[in-house]
């Protein structure tokens, strides 16, 4: 008993222990002007528990003994304190200006967010999931105001049409080093192929690799002149930093699934509408009820009978060419360095297996960078990123070569070829409808691309006067290669033929740039902060390529021994080069920090025209003013930042994509003579010298406004843009008898102009809370102010300033019934038929004309993202989504509930098939019928809005939960590890929208590449 009174009291001493070595610590927090600070985070460090200040600054908190509390706010430098035996604390925090002096990336060189006078967006990579996007431009979707990125392919690598406010493509620049737009994709030579090959550019680069991307909107991409009418995107990749060895893994593994089709008619359904509309075209060639006066009593036999339907067995065709797809994505850096030494090394393994059956996409990629600083005033770079990029193209796509059904994608195929057909007839031979080729079949079509890249970077960095005046050289070579090999078995039937044919094609590339360029950076007197660029570059681009097309191979044999084929060959190749040369000036002057005046110029050369009109000067200049640090706004507490801006600029474009100098080349046909004993390859003229056509220029102007406000926890920007595009780049037709059918000239004018912002807001910090938001807009309009000389106007168009992206149309309001008693009277006679569309009498004169043609703008109204993080104690979670909203598209899963196809028997339909109009079962019907066998040409030869469709949507980008756990929560283990980190990440998971059947962003309806949703299970590690 005694024994466990002493254990008893003993529990107790050792159980308050703790209390006897804990105290309580209460304090103030203000800022530097002594006003309270709420919702301070006070946390001691090494222990979970702590607190945030109230709204008058104050706090109380119970710590150990010799505690260390960790204060930090946003917008505020973090402290440590040391507590020791204090009890009351005043504690002053500073404000954190490294928001405002985060570096912004610009044409040679790079700016304070805070000086910065022009419109640039960054875009930081490290916020965005890259678990499932293979490429650069994947990451950009909705991320930047002024950045359209709609993707157009959702295909392994597919494409992202980028453009800058409302441009095309822009420019690519990498580390200094000018890339190629697009990726290098060799054709299939004379062979036709079902193909659609749609991928992104920068394929080589591994999006991990990637440190930030800013984009140039207005006259900052002056500073490049050529090439930059349509802005600048900068990458900027990673490199090493002084310190211990970094080594860093992240893996993740995903499930890629397809959005739904609209779903073909099964067997029994479609051959019941084969019968209803097969008998409606009867009742309309035949001019019986509704379609004339006479009455049906019989004469008419179905296509299909009661037995042939009810046992008729479907075939799933789309189960033959979609399939569910996966990607293992795996990186691997290692980087570090020190003082005189920095390193950075990394490899890829990209592998995904695309949604459609041979399809597919697998990349092999390598970085390194090393810095070395030979001597004080010496520091050499060198880098190199290789990449190994094995394709599977699939065989579908629309339409190949305007070669109509018989060269249909397989897609395409899957949903035209009937429900009751089988995959195999009788005797084993894949099954054959019309001129279709059979989905089935055309998956043994064997189609590959391999293609590999080099981008090489030496820098030269000479430091000639310390800290003010300094020389750097680089040279960066670009070089890619790569090779199709293309082969379509004998027992395929393609194109309306049985024959085997195949084509090797090999396409390769070398960008070169070489810079040189002296920077001079002064403080003078604390008054004027000058930075100075003065340089000098040359660009060299060569092409080559060539394709060797042939038919009749042994199928056992195809590409392998081209030279057993004993059919057609048809051999073809090209070679091409570029050069462009360049000086270019850049100034900034900092006064007072209060006024930033910028300007550019640059003088660029191009192979492309005739002396006089070679060399073109691209100037820009831009002004700041940040007002808030005027005096009469310095005691406003709340204001960090409140900058307004303006630009003004001009750059060019010599992409003509001819020659305008006089050349020759072969015809290709070979002319033969003395019985077939003489061969002569004639050569032809294709242009003549055109000295009088110069350069494209485009005028920027732009005006803005940045703003950081409560402590930084709200910062964003606005900006109003208009730019001219004028002496454009184009054709014109010739005289009569001439040998050209057009000449290039310069002429037209075109103006974009809008306004996008950007919004970034810290919503709420706690302790172990918190909620940030990015929001950005674009909204831009692009509008003809000049046609091209003797541009013919179609009669219903609209003269003066119009919209570039017009669409004429014919307003309809429902279908006509069978007794007409809808029809309003201003119907045309030859459209007077039910069934038919009502024509919408715009003008009320009671008849249609071309002045009931409407136009309506296919530029959406508005582009937005929006994402939102929330972080709990060690959980994350990323929501982000982006939207077009104010946009109509044709809807080609309507075009495909066609009565006219199935009436012939000659095609599949879909569920929308129900919604067509027919006098037997469905009087009531939305779609048009058979009347649509009328050829009526309406006024002008313009359409109508039958199948047109509201696509705007909001779709669901990116879902993505994490956890993470610090390294010094594990034990021994902390001792090597930093940080783990496990995620689970949706893209595409939704998307909201009134367009049916099909995607609202990419064309899927005549068989392109299908959207996909994926699904993703992250890792990540980094070792210390």
């Known amino acids: 008993m005694r024994k466990k009174l002493i254990i008893g009291i003993l529990c107790i001493l050792i159980g308050t222990f703790p209390a006897f070595a804990q105290q309580k610590v209460s304090g103030t927090v203000t800022d530097a002007r002594g006003d309270a600070l709420a919702g301070v985070s006070i946390v001691e460090k090494g222990a979970t528990s702590g607190t945030i200040t109230d709204a008058d600054g104050k706090f109380t908190v119970t710590v150990s003994q010799g505690a260390v509390l960790h204060v930090s706010y946003i917008g505020y430098v973090a402290q440590e304190i040391t507590v020791g035996n204090q009890t009351q604390l005043q504690i002053t925090m500073e404000e954190d200006l490294q928001l405002l002096d985060e570096v912004v990336v610009v044409g040679y060189g790079t700016v304070n967010k805070k000086n910065l006078t022009t419109a640039i967006s960054k875009v930081k990579p490290e916020n965005i999931s890259k678990a499932a996007n293979s490429s650069m431009a994947q990451l950009l979707v909705g991320q930047a105001a002024g950045l359209q990125a709609t993707v157009n392919s959702a295909q392994p690598g597919g494409w992202v049409n980028l453009s800058i406010r409302g441009s095309g493509m822009p420019l690519f620049v990498v580390d200094g080093v000018i890339m190629p737009t697009t990726t290098l994709e060799p054709g299939a030579g004379a062979l036709v192929t079902p193909n659609y090959i749609n991928r992104s550019g920068l394929a080589g680069i591994n999006p991990e690799d990637i440190e930030s991307i800013e984009i140039l909107k207005d006259a900052s991409a002056a500073i490049y002149g050529i090439g930059a009418a349509n802005g600048v995107i900068l990458v900027t990749t990673k490199k090493g930093t002084a310190g211990n060895v970094k080594i860093n893994y992240e893996g993740n593994v995903s499930s890629v699934r397809n959005y739904s089709l609209p779903r073909p008619l099964n067997a029994q359904e479609y051959m019941n509408y084969v019968n209803i509309f097969n008998k409606e075209a009867y009742l309309y060639n035949n001019k019986f ?152 079949a055309m998956t043994h079509i ?37 090779h199709r090999s293309t082969y379509i078995p004998s027992y395929v039937y393609f194109d309306q033929m049985y024959k085997s044919r195949g084509n090797l094609g090999e396409n390769r590339l070398v960008n070169q740039t070489m810079e040189a360029t002296l920077m001079f950076s002064k403080n003078m007197a604390n008054i004027v902060n000058t930075d100075i660029v003065l340089g000098v570059g040359r660009y060299l681009d060569r092409y080559s390529g060539m394709n060797v097309s042939y038919d009749e191979q042994y199928d056992a044999i195809g590409n392998d021994d081209i030279g057993a084929a004993s059919g057609v060959y048809t051999p073809s190749s090209y070679r091409a080069e570029n050069e462009k040369r360049s000086q270019f000036l850049r100034a900034n002057f900092d006064i007072l920090n209060r006024y930033v005046i910028a300007g550019t110029v640059r003088r660029d050369g191009t192979d492309k025209f005739f002396p ?54 072969p015809t290709g046909t070979h002319v033969l003579f003395d019985y077939n004993a003489q061969k002569y390859v004639p050569i032809v003229v294709n242009g003549v010298d055109y000295p009088d056509v110069t350069w494209e220029k485009t005028i920027m102007k732009n005006a803005g406004i940045d703003f950081y406000v409560f402590n930084n926890r709200l910062s964003g920007s606005f900006d109003l843009f208009r730019n001219d595009i004028t002496d454009r780049l184009g054709y014109d037709n010739t005289a009569g008898l001439s040998m050209f059918a057009a000449y290039p000239i310069n002429g037209s004018h075109i103006r974009r102009q809008g306004w996008d912002a950007s919004l970034n807001s810290k919503n709420i910090i706690l302790h172990n809370f918190s909620w940030t938001s990015l929001l950005t807009f674009t909204k831009y309009q692009s509008l003809w102010i000049e046609r091209m000389p003797n541009y013919d106007y179609n009669l219903y168009e609209k003269r003066g300033v119009v919209t570039t992206n017009a669409w004429y149309y014919y307003k309809t309001n429902g279908i006509i019934n069978a007794d007409k008693s809808n029809m309003p009277a201003s119907q045309p006679v030859e459209a007077q038929i039910p069934g038919y569309p009502i024509l919408v009498d715009k003008n009320g004169d009671g008849e249609i004309t071309v002045d009931d043609v409407e136009m309506w703008d296919t530029t959406p109204d508005l582009y937005f993202g929006l994402g939102n993080t929330f972080r709990y104690k060690n959980f994350d979670l990323d929501i982000f989504l982006y939207s077009q909203l104010g946009v109509e598209k044709y809807n080609y899963a309507l075009d495909w509930a066609n009565p006219l196809d199935m009436a012939s028997n000659v095609s599949n339909s879909n569920i929308y098939a129900d919604r067509i109009w027919n006098s037997q079962t469905n009087p009531n019907g939305t779609l048009p019928g058979v009347a649509l066998f009328s050829s009526v040409s309406l006024p002008g030869g313009v359409g109508t809005d039958i199948h047109v469709q509201d696509a705007s949507f909001v779709r669901v980008r990116n879902i993505t939960l994490g956890y993470n756990l610090n390294g010094s929560s594990l034990g021994f283990a902390g001792n090597h590890i930093d940080n783990i980190r496990i995620y689970l990440d949706a893209q595409n998971p939704f998307v909201f929208t009134k367009f049916e059947g099909t995607d609202p962003e990419i064309a899927t309806g005549r068989g392109q590449y299908p959207q996909t949703r994926i699904f993703s299970l992250g890792f990540k590690l980094s070792f210390k």
Not at 468 to 480: D, F, H, I, T
């Open 612 to 665: 006089g009109k070679k060399y073109a000067w691209f100037p820009s200049v831009s002004l700041a003013w940040k007002l808030s640090n005027e005096a009469f706004l310095s005691d406003i507490s709340w204001l960090n930042l409140l900058k307004i801006r303006a630009s003004y600029g001009k750059t060019g474009s010599d992409n003509l994509g001819s020659s305008l100098y006089g050349s020759y080349s």
């Open 446 to 482: 064997e189609d590959n691309t391999q293609a590999s890249g080099a981008n090489i970077l030496f820098t030269a960095d000479v430091n000639i006067v310390k800290d003010m005046l300094s020389l750097k050289l680089l040279y960066g070579n670009n070089s890619e290669n790569a």
């Open 289 to 440: 009820a509704p379609y004339g006066d006479k009455e049906y009593a019989s004469g008419w036999s179905p296509v299909f009978d009661e037995t042939e339907i009810a046992n008729a067995q479907s075939t799933n065709w789309l189960s033959h060419v979609l399939q569910n797809g996966s990607i293992s994505n795996h990186t691997l850096t290692l980087s570090g360095g020190s003082k005189n030494i920095q390193y950075y090394l990394s490899g890829n393994y990209f592998d995904q297996t695309g949604t459609v059956i041979n399809s597919g996409m697998e990349r092999y990629s390598i970085k390194s960078h090393i810095a070395i600083q030979v001597a004080p005033f010496l520091k050499f770079s060198a880098g190199i990123n290789y990449n190994q990029n094995n394709y599977k193209n699939s065989p579908i796509g629309g339409i190949a070569n305007n070669r109509g059904t018989k060269a249909a994608g397989a897609l395409q195929a899957a949903l035209r070829l009937p429900s009751c057909l089988p995959v195999k007839d009788e005797n084993g031979n894949y099954t054959l409808f019309i001129d279709s080729p059979n989905p089935a």
